[in-house]
Nanobody, 115 residues
């Protein structure tokens, strides 16, 4: 089992930046991929960014060029740097771990961007 703990959310003005962190209870290099998802009120949860065990990354079109996902295997932590934030980025952000023994989610962290 993998426990994930997100942090770094908060309230920021449009154009500002935040960095989200996801600390895992197990070595993340054993995970096939780690990702960040978000869910805005009244909308479905969507993939924002993901990074594989090999370091390949994937981003939603809406965040390309603004968000950067990275991982620190030594700290068992995944990060997402979010720049040029927009009001549309307002959502609860969830960390996800895709492993050979299941898929795991964190409890989420709220990001609110004021326009």
């Amino acid at each position: 089992q993998v426990q994930l703990l997100e942090s770094g959310g908060g309230l920021v003005q449009a154009g500002g930046s935040l960095r989200l962190s996801c600390a895992a209870s197990r070595r993340i290099f054993r995970c096939n991929a780690m990702g960040w998802y978000r869910q805005a009120p009244g909308k479905q949860r969507e993939l924002v960014a993901a990074i594989t065990n090999g370091g390949s990354t994937n981003y939603a079109d809406s965040v390309k060029g603004r968000f950067t996902i990275s991982r620190d295997n030594g700290r068992n932590t995944v990060y997402m740097q979010m720049n040029s934030l927009k009001a549309d980025d307002t959502a609860v952000y969830y960390c996800n771990a895709d492993t050979n023994f299941g898929e795991y989610w964190g409890q989420g962290t709220q990001v609110t961007v004021s326009s």
